[in-house]
């Protein structure tokens, strides 16, 4: 009885720190993702985003993507991808266009914040930066190309930029606040079930199941915890740990700079994932396309290593 009362217990515990941190979360999200579709819907509402479509769109063009493309993409570098899913959302492209917007941004989002926690545990901050958006710009003149030409239209069309202002603000407030809302909600969800599986060993258990995996990617069976966290949800879980193992001792910060050239790439596999797939997204192309790209980066980087190593060793380098 005892035993199941402590069980009840931290079941309780437990829902209430993942719904402090969902809540956390959805008002952050709810925050991005209302100014980014605001700023996209009123200024399609103004004309000016059709003036810089007129510029961006020739650039886009020579790599067979829409101006949009270039335009969110830009929201995700400098902000989080809660405010690419906003622009996305405002302005209601195809989901082939849609697809290929997401992962680029997937792969390229927030780079200051979550390059200078990757400097934290061993990385060139610039490195990182300049490699998201290299290998972001490449999946999405690829992806352009394996996407069939149509692959349906968008879960919610843009809001029709004609109608009265007064019209359009309810329009707006209906459809940001459906799709956002959904989101958010989501979002909460995802970090109480997080808490559950932490609270409960699932995590530590789940991660012994993907170690045995992590050498396809070029990386140590020892590092699935951290792997792992950055899946579920940021990088920020991911470099609390590897700080702290740093500083016992117990990882080399080139290990952890390994490490962060698989993380920078496709952490956020399943909550970022989760939250595009409200916008329609398949799941297949918001991950495996990440994961084949941080293979590859991290198998070249580890060429790369071995490569200067040995050149060092005879006096080439």
Known sequence: MNESRDQLSRVIKSIGRGAGKGVAGALLLAISAFSAHALISFGRLSGLVERIMGVVDPVAALAGLPGEALF???????????????????FGLGIRDTTIIALM??????????????????????????MRIVWALAAGWLMNVLLAAD???AILPAIDAGLPIVGFGRA??????????????????????RALLEEFGIVI?????????????????????????????DYKGAC??????????????QEADLFNHHAALCHGILEDSA?????GLSLFW??????????????????????????FRVGTA
């Open 72 to 90: 969110v993409f830009g929201l995700s570098i400098f902000f989080n991808f809660y405010a690419a899913l906003g622009a996305l959302a405002a």
């Open 105 to 130: 941004c997937l792969l390229a989002h927030n780079l200051a914040y979550e390059s200078a926690l990757m400097k934290k545990t061993g990385s060139a901050a610039t490195k990182m930066i300049i």
């Open 151 to 153: 692959m349906g239209p």
């Open 172 to 193: 707006w407030i209906a459809q940001a606040g459906l799709i956002i809302g959904v989101m958010a909600i989501l979002l909460a969800l995802l970090r109480i079930m």
């Open 205 to 233: 258990y789940l991660s012994k199941v993907v170690a045995p995996f992590l050498k396809i990617f070029g990386l140590p069976a020892r590092e699935g915890l951290p792997w792992l966290l950055a899946a579920l949800s």
């Open 240 to 253: 609390r740990l590897m700080d702290a193992r740093i500083k016992d001792g117990a990882m080399k910060k």
């Open 275 to 279: 939250l595009a797939m409200i916008l």
């Open 286 to 311: 918001l991950i495996l396309p990440r994961l084949a790209i941080a293979l590859v980066v991290v198998w070249v980087e580890r060429a790369r290593r071995h490569r200067f190593r040995r050149s």
